[in-house]
Nanobody, 118 residues
Framework: QVQLVESGGGLVQAGGSLIVSCAASGRTFSSYAMGWFRQAPGKEREFVASISRSGISTYYANSVKGRFTISRDNAKNMVYLQMNSLKPEDTAVYYC???????????WGQGTQVTVSS
């Protein structure tokens, strides 16, 4: 079973940039599509971005399109979310997730807090 650990969250001013990373265990990382989700206080968890197994295809929520970039390094079992032009409304706990092919995104990390100050 793959395990995911996020890192790189923190406090940043509006307009700034931050990159969050997700390290995956196991030998089959390249077999999984990966995604980033976020959950703000009092709100439901929402989709942010996803990337195909090969990394060729990416998808973004409209709210982050043009500002965030998802990428992966299958040799290092890593997935990244580069976040630029951050806004206070981007404040949330960010989770990475793996779609192992059984029930959608079924493996989740513990999350990393991103706080954007105005």
């Amino acid at each position: 079973q793959v395990q995911l650990v996020e890192s790189g969250g923190g406090l940043v001013q509006a307009g700034g940039s931050l990159i969050v990373s997700c390290a995956a265990s196991g030998r089959t990382f390249s077999s999984y599509a990966m995604g980033w989700f976020r959950q703000a206080p009092g709100k439901e968890r929402e989709f942010v971005a996803s990337i195909s197994r090969s990394g060729i295809s990416t998808y973004y929520a409209n709210s982050v399109k043009g500002r965030f970039t998802i990428s992966r390094d299958n040799a290092k079992n890593m997935v990244y979310l580069q976040m630029n032009s951050l806004k206070p409304e981007d404040t949330a706990v960010y989770y990475c997730a793996a779609d192992t092919g059984t029930q959608g995104y079924d493996v989740w990390g513990q999350g990393t807090q991103v706080t954007v100050s105005s």
